[in-house]
């Protein structure tokens, strides 16, 4: 499992800082004006066909895997938080689970159409959300990890780390420009 994890965050890494340092800071701020990847920016300023296409590929497979990595979160955190109300109207045993995991797909495909009906600049609204996903993701659990006695199995020195992130998450919608 870690080297996965280590697979993963090295070519994530590489992916990130690949793009910093091929494109200007006028390309990317084109990128996000036009709602396009860097992938397509820097594609469009190299000539030869292998370049577009794996360009192409990659920006592909890069927004598919996003898409329903991000779309089954959804779905999944959308299932929990309806089991948990319904659980508090009727026993668990009665809430029919097949039809509500229908009704929340159905649901999540439908504002995932609104989303790219209405073109939302998603990447503006990243900074404002940044603050919450650090909070949750990575300040809450290491708290919950060094206070409560059941998770100190858990500490590491990488949480420092974890910390580290989770105050720029929260920090970083004031050092934006």
Known sequence: MKIAFL???????????????SIDHAQAVEANKENISALAIAAKGMSGNTVKVAALTMS???????????????????????????????????????????????FAILITWLVAVINAPILNYTSYCSPIFGII???????????????HHLKSPSFILIILTGILLVISPFLAV
Do not use: D, W
Request: glycine share 6%; proline share 4%.
């Open 60 to 106: 592909i497979l890069a927004v598919v895997t996003a898409f329903f990595s991000n779309f089954q979160g959804f779905r999944e955190a959308c299932q929990g938080i309806a089991v948990n109300v319904l659980k508090r109207f009727m026993p668990e045993s009665q809430i029919n689970m097949k039809v509500l995991h229908v009704g929340i797909l159905i």
């Open 7 to 21: 697979t993963l965050f090295a070519a994530v890494l590489f992916y990130a800082f690949s793009f910093s340092f």
């Open 137 to 151: 993701g990575c300040l809450l659990p290491t708290y919950l990890v060094y206070k409560v006695p059941a998770l």
